[in-house]
């Protein structure tokens, strides 16, 4: 099936496009919970996207899920929806209950989940969850997923640039056997969230390129528009090559996550798509000149989401001496090879 | 602007076992290859080689097999030739012949052209020279000034070329020029033809690289005469047909392999146990190559449905170069090599060549400044 003409991503995107609105991204900046648009996505019944329908899901496929992300990135979407959506998709998988509110997710690899009290106690600490205040948390942890909730998690508040919540959770959690269960299948989490970040980044860049192609369309200096200089005009040519990788590199990661293909498809599309949104930051920002970098304006909605993005689940430094160490370490010769296998 | 989205490239088997097939071949037929050769990518030059791989059946296959070709998929070609520029394989050869002007007489020859030229390019027998820049029209090739004036039976032809690559060892050139006076319309009137290097009134005179070499030549042509059976497709539609023939130019793995062999060199130099900055240079450069091979592989999913990538060509060929061009440049930040023919390194020859040659990426088949012109048309800021 062909993405673009799947209704559930076209209808999101009509969703989005019009509910998420300036008003709402301001008020979410200022930290207030946006309850009437997350109301709505759940009525669409987005959170379960992934779900089967057997659990009253709308069992979307992980492609469309996750064209979703991307168009939650072009709205800047102030909500945990894609780490609802992947956290109740963990959930269904190893045949736990979803949950109905917003969910987030941690991956538990520093975690300890262990036997206790006829059931399992989990401990210990996960910087930087999104949205730790105010979602039920799910864990994976040791190939089991644990439906955790809000029981036994402490929360130390922070945001990341872009004014989202990024909170540090301590658990000292007493869990039902029941609320844990094996996930069948090998599931990488980090790397299933760097490509959902990928995804919400290239529709940032997406918007962002639009954004700053209007502006020079409209605004005007020396008697024309500014989008007939050259200069304007070989910048903003740089900025869509960097929309365009960037939206090839994250169709890459989620075929890379729908066909179980491993890191290195993930890797090398969060390290390209890292890169792209600095570039695209910086030159969006140029054109449009001081107006980009206030308030008002709605860029710097995308391009604070951007910065912020970009490092989590692995920044370009991280994927990129990942790939480079396990590329080389086979040696030159199985170098193109490596490449060919993506 | 949906130009900015490629389509998920096509998957195939077929191409896939094909790939092992091309390796094991370039495997026997590149040993013993030097440094220096196999940085040399697509303008390495050698017929033999040329034949060896038409008898492989691997030029032209995606043609009709009326003239020998396999009408195998874009995909299959596509592995074929991005194998042979991984592995430094001399190509250049049939290179412009198999890539463009094959491709553009299938569309727009006549049915005696066909026959003649394409076996012969499948055979890897016949090569091609590009005729379009000028010594006044390089960007700007609207304004090219050679004209085919119609007479009896046929044209007179009279101006120059430049930069042809390899004229002196092609059998024919594609001719880009104009047929009609100057017109409002600066992109009409001008028409295509193919054109005998033997041809009497025409001229060849080297102009050496800087290296020494020779492979770019000026081509004077001075009351050529060409008979009405060399003109391609319509008169005065040239401009429609040579647009198509860029596309072709600037969207395949030509465009991001060419300093390849330097990323392998910088590979063995950094060793199986690399530190960070030599890892973190040589993932950077990989993860670059995935998607632009990834883009560049959906546009030959493009050329096979007979959609018009050009925008999409433009934006791979900008990336990609840009990239090739950088390469070199990031060795040296991780291993402190200079660079030279005699050098002891492997490392050292490669970049001794990519380096002097890095220039010309963005330069052939349509600079860098036209291509992000074309690209900024394509969002409608001009």
């Known amino acids: 099936m062909n993405i673009s003409e799947s209704l559930a991503v076209e209808t999101s995107e009509r969703l989005l496009r019009e509910q998420c609105t300036d008003t709402v991204l301001a008020a979410a900046d200022a930290g207030i919970w946006q309850q009437a648009l997350w109301e709505q996505l759940t009525e669409f019944g987005l959170p379960v996207a992934l779900v089967g329908e057997d659990q009253g899901g709308i069992d979307l496929r992980i492609a469309e899920a996750f064209a979703i992300f991307r168009l939650a990135g072009q709205v800047a979407l102030p909500l945990p929806i894609v780490e609802t959506v992947l956290g109740n998709w963990l959930l269904s998988r190893a045949g736990l209950e979803p949950f109905e509110g917003p969910v987030s997710l941690v991956d538990g690899t520093a975690l300890s989940l262990s036997a206790k009290n006829d059931g399992w106690h989990l401990s210990g600490g996960a910087p930087r969850v999104p949205w730790g205040r105010r979602a039920d948390i799910v864990v994976l942890v040791g190939g089991k997923v644990a439906r955790v909730g809000r029981k036994g998690v402490t929360v130390s508040e922070g945001t990341n640039i872009a004014d989202e919540p990024r909170d540090g959770l301590a658990f000292d959690a007493q869990l039902e056997n029941a609320a844990v269960a094996d996930l069948p299948g090998k599931t990488d989490l980090m790397a299933v969230l760097a490509a959902a970040r990928c995804n919400q980044m290239a529709g940032a860049m997406e918007r962002v390129f639009e954004l700053a192609t209007a502006y020079a369309l409209e605004r005007e200096q020396f008697g024309r528009p500014l989008a007939k200089f050259q200069a304007i005009q070989q910048n903003l040519a740089v900025l869509a090559e960097q929309v365009a990788a960037s939206n090839a590199a994250a169709e890459m990661a989620a075929e890379a996550v729908e066909g179980e293909i491993g890191r290195i498809a993930v890797a090398a599309a969060k390290t390209r798509v890292g890169e792209a949104a600095g570039i695209a930051a910086s030159i969006a920002h140029q054109v449009v000149g001081a107006m980009g970098v206030t308030e008002e304006f709605s860029l710097h909605h995308l391009t604070r989401r951007l910065w912020s993005w970009r490092e989590e689940y692995g920044n370009e430094t991280y994927w990129a001496r990942e790939i480079g160490q396990a590329t080389a370490k086979l040696g030159p010769d199985a170098l193109w090879p490596a490449i060919t296998a993506v | ?382």
């Open chain 2, 1 to 382: 602007m949906d130009s900015l989205k490629f389509s998920p490239p096509p998957v195939s088997k077929a191409a896939e076992d094909l790939r092992l097939e091309v390796r094991a071949f370039l495997k026997d037929a590149l040993a013993g290859q030097t440094a220096t050769e196999k940085a040399q990518s697509w303008n390495g030059h050698s017929p033999e080689f040329s034949r060896l791989v038409g008898k492989q059946g691997w030029l032209g296959m995606t043609w009709p097999k009326q003239y020998g070709g396999q009408e195998r998929s874009a995909l299959e070609r596509y592995v074929v030739v991005e194998e042979m520029l991984a592995a430094g394989a001399p190509v250049s050869a049939h290179w412009i012949a198999e890539r463009q002007s094959g491709p553009t007489l299938l569309r727009y020859g006549t049915q005696a052209q066909r026959d003649e030229i394409l076996p012969k390019i499948l055979r890897g027998e016949c090569y091609f020279a590009i005729g379009m820049s000028e010594p006044n029209s390089g960007s700007d090739l609207a304004s090219v000034q050679t004209r085919a004036v119609k007479t009896d039976g046929g044209f007179v032809v009279n101006g120059s070329k430049i930069w042809t690559s390899n004229a002196h060892l092609s059998h024919y050139m594609i001719l880009f020029c104009r047929t009609d006076a100057r017109s409002e319309d600066r992109h009409s009137g001008h028409s295509q033809f193919l054109v005998d290097m033997k041809t009497p009134g025409l001229e060849i005179r080297p102009i050496l690289f800087s290296t020494g070499e020779h492979q770019f030549n000026e081509v004077f042509f001075k009351d050529m005469f060409l008979p009405d059976a060399a003109l391609i497709g319509e008169m005065g539609q040239g401009w429609k047909q040579v647009t198509g023939e860029l596309s072709f130019e600037r969207s395949g793995p030509d465009r991001f392999l060419t300093s390849f062999a330097a990323v392998k060199g910088l590979s063995g130099r950094i060793g199986t146990e690399p530190d960070d900055r030599g890892a973190i240079a040589l993932g950077r450069i990989v993860a670059h190559l995935m998607v632009l091979r990834r883009m560049s592989r959906s546009i030959a999913g493009m050329l096979e449905d007979d959609l018009d990538p050009a925008l999409q060509a433009a934006i791979v060929k900008d990336l990609g170069t840009s990239l090739e061009q950088e390469i070199p440049e990031i060795a040296r930040q991780i291993i402190a090599v200079e660079p030279g023919e005699g050098a002891d390194g492997e490392l050292e020859a490669m970049l001794d060549y990519i380096i002097q040659h890095a220039p010309t990426f963005s330069l052939r088949g349509g600079t860098r400044e036209i291509l992000r012109g074309i690209i900024a048309r394509g969002a409608g800021l001009r």
